[in-house]
């Protein structure tokens, strides 16, 4: 495929990807992720024609112009979006298929000084969101999805979403038919992908495990007061005191009014797209 007609291409996949986006000429001139991308292509040329120096000096000159930094050795595929752009880190031996999209401030890193592979490889309709880090040689299968802000430093499986710190999956869609799987699409359905972060209703790993945790205490508290009232029922002096109820309720009015807060934090700054 020729130079012009992979550009239309990028083009055509922003249009499908950004609603933002009105005209060509918008494109070329106002998208530093899209003109990125294109200075990468050539640096990428350079690195392999093995005039490394160059390609390494067009690479910088692509971070100060548009602040996306792209190593001149890693592998990128077609119709890759970069929204917004700035802050964008991704390694020399980072992989990335075709169809992914990057939010601002995601890194592909590494997790050794050795040499050989290190950086993540994404397969195709990856999506990452703002501020993600993904870490060290793993590998994002196609149509995984990464939470803003979250950290990745293990695979994660085709067609599912991770979020939190390390990153845990809170949605996939692999047709399994168990509780827990048709759970995590349920929520997958209800909160949708956030590449922000800023639904009140965002689903976090954490909260939920805490909350099945507290589901649990409940269910073993109205276990041994049954217990109790057997015991004494049989003459036994047992249990006199009722054991002090675990309201879940209040668990969730608690997480509501933070996310409540975190909202109106975030409406006190001018939104960014």
Known sequence: MGMIARIKEDIASIYHRDPAARNAFEILFNYPGMQAIWIHRASHKLWHANWKLSARCLSTFSRWLTGVEIHPGATIGRRFFIDHGMGIVIGETA??????????????????????????????????????????????????????????????????????????????????????????S???????????????????????????????????????????????????????????????GEFDEAEKAAAKKRKFDLDEFDPII
């Open 95 to 184: 992989e990335i298929g075709d169809d992914c999209t990057l939010y601002h401030g995601v890194t592909l890193g590494g997790t050794t000084w050795r040499a050989g592979k290190r950086h993540p490889t994404l397969a195709n309709n990856v999506v990452v969101g703002a501020g993600a880090k993904i870490l060290g040689p793993i590998t994002m299968h196609d149509g995984a999805r990464v939470g803003s802000n979250s950290v990745v430093v293990k695979d994660v499986p085709k067609d599912t979403t991770v979020v939190g710190i390390p990153g845990r999956v809170v949605a996939t869609q692999t047709g399994q038919s168990s509780e827990k799987t048709q759970r995590r």
């Open 186 to 248: 349920a929520m997958a359905e209800k909160y949708g992908f956030d590449a922000y972060a800023v639904s009140p209703d965002n689903p976090d790993p954490v909260a939920n495990a805490i909350g099945q945790m507290l589901d649990h205490m409940h269910l073993m508290d109205s276990k041994v007061q049954d217990l109790c009232q057997a015991i004494q029922s049989m003459g036994g002096n047992v249990c006199t005191d009722k054991l002090p109820e675990l309201n879940v």
